[in-house]
């Protein structure tokens, strides 16, 4: 089967798919999936960090 594909790849991977973690990307897809989705996460763990600061400023205030 071949890989479907991750952002600018997306449709358009010529490479065979498989790696340990996953039947439907290739080695090189899946890593850049990997990495951008960790990215996400890191944002969303600021984000959330911020927003609890606030919540807590705010209920000293
Ligand atoms: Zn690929």
């Known amino acids: 089967m071949r890989c479907i594909g991750f952002g600018?790849?997306?449709?358009?991977c010529e490479n065979e798919a498989g790696t340990e973690r996953?039947?439907?990307w290739c080695q090189r897809c899946d890593d850049m999936r990997i990495d951008h989705i960790?990215?996400?996460?890191?944002?969303?763990?600021k984000r959330m960090?911020?927003?609890?600061?606030?919540?807590?400023?705010?209920a000293r205030n």
């Open 8 to 12: 600018q790849h997306e449709g358009n």
């Open 22 to 24: 996953t039947a439907h």
């Open 38 to 45: 960790s990215k996400r996460f890191d944002e969303m763990e």
């Open 49 to 58: 960090k911020d927003n609890l600061r606030e919540e807590w400023n705010g």
